[in-house]
């Protein structure tokens, strides 16, 4: 996997013409096909969990708006990068193995190879630029429903006043927040990206071996996310410890 990366940033960089219009129709389809459910999953967290179980919690003190400040925390930090990341995995990645899982069975890939044609440049360079990009992207749409499931629960349940919901969330949110929310889910989409692509290549076995190759690339990309994004909050945190206190 290291390597297929490797030689897509060098593919992308030796020569960084004739693939822009493939990488545009693949950005339309991951928006196309992410969008809504990523918008639901992500409002519907943001009411659920951090914004009815954290906002019982505030309430207990009388402060429900304060959970404007537990948001930056909790939405833009985590789950808002994790659950785009998890929808683009779980859309656009299959998507992209069983594809080219299935032109490998069929020896699409072989036959490209045979006439000269680099698949790598051809098919995997355009993929994993357009689903590295348009994570990123996606994420500051994520940020905004994940806050708007937030405001949800504490304003309509819990009655708190919404001008200090968002007060008390801007106090507390900095450049830093925002561009290493964007920054991690970036490198999220370049990891599924790398995963689905090296599974479909490697796809093996007929129709049988693209199934098995989905799930395995789901697998990988879920895990190469969480363990990803445990080692970037972790350094993170430890370079910026006024991250952690709330205003």
Same mark, same amino acid.
């Given at each position: 996997?290291?390597?297929?990366?490797?030689?897509?940033?060098?593919?992308?960089?030796?020569?960084?013409?004739?693939?822009?219009?493939?990488?545009?129709?693949?950005?339309?389809?991951?928006?196309?096909?992410?969008?809504?459910?990523?918008?639901?999953?992500?409002?519907?967290?943001?009411?659920?969990?951090?914004?009815?179980?954290?906002?019982?919690?505030?309430?207990? &003190? *009388? /402060?429900?708006?304060?959970?404007?400040?537990?948001?930056?925390?909790?939405?833009?930090?985590?789950?808002?990068?994790?659950?785009?990341?998890?929808?683009?995995?779980?859309?656009?990645? !299959?998507?992209?193995t069983a594809d080219l899982g299935a032109r490998r069975i069929r020896e699409e890939i072989d036959a490209m190879e045979v006439l000269g044609v680099d698949p790598i440049r051809t098919l995997i360079v355009p993929r994993v630029l357009a689903i590295t990009l348009m994570t990123g992207l996606l994420d500051l749409v994520a940020l905004a429903f994940g806050v708007l499931g937030g405001?949800?629960?504490?304003?309509?349940?819990? *009655?708190?006043?919404?001008?200090?919901?968002?007060?008390?969330?801007?106090?507390?949110?900095?450049?830093?927040?925002?561009?290493?929310?964007?920054?991690? $889910?970036?490198? &999220?989409?370049?990891?599924?990206?790398?995963?689905?692509?090296?599974?479909?290549?490697?796809?093996?076995?007929?129709?049988?071996?693209?199934?098995?190759?989905?799930?395995?690339?789901?697998?990988?990309? &879920?895990?190469? /996310?969480?363990?990803?994004?445990?080692?970037? !909050? $972790?350094?993170?945190?430890?370079?910026?410890?006024?991250?952690?206190?709330?205003?």
């Amino acid at each position: 996997m290291v390597q297929l990366a490797g030689q897509v940033f060098g593919s992308a960089i030796r020569h960084p013409v004739g693939y822009w219009g493939e990488v545009r129709d693949q950005m339309f389809e991951i928006l196309k096909l992410c969008w809504i459910p990523m918008m639901v999953s992500c409002t519907a967290f943001g009411f659920g969990a951090p914004g009815l179980q954290g906002g019982n919690l505030f309430l207990l &003190f *009388g /402060i429900p708006e304060r959970l404007g400040s537990f948001f930056i925390m909790a939405s833009v930090r985590e789950f808002a990068p994790w659950i785009n990341a998890m929808v683009v995995a779980g859309v656009m990645g !299959t998507a992209m193995t069983a594809d080219l899982g299935a032109r490998r069975i069929r020896e699409e890939i072989d036959a490209m190879e045979v006439l000269g044609v680099d698949p790598i440049r051809t098919l995997i360079v355009p993929r994993v630029l357009a689903i590295t990009l348009m994570t990123g992207l996606l994420d500051l749409v994520a940020l905004a429903f994940g806050v708007l499931g937030g405001y949800m629960a504490s304003v309509w349940v819990l *009655g708190a006043n919404s001008s200090a919901f968002f007060e008390n969330f801007f106090a507390n949110a900095t450049v830093t927040d925002v561009w290493a929310s964007v920054a991690k $889910t970036t490198i &999220f989409g370049l990891l599924i990206g790398v995963v689905c692509c090296y599974k479909g290549l490697r796809t093996q076995g007929g129709p049988i071996g693209v199934g098995r190759a989905v799930n395995q690339a789901v697998v990988i990309s &879920f895990a190469a /996310i969480w363990i990803f994004n445990y080692v970037f !909050t $972790t350094i993170l945190l430890g370079l910026n410890p006024d991250m952690q206190v709330f205003k």
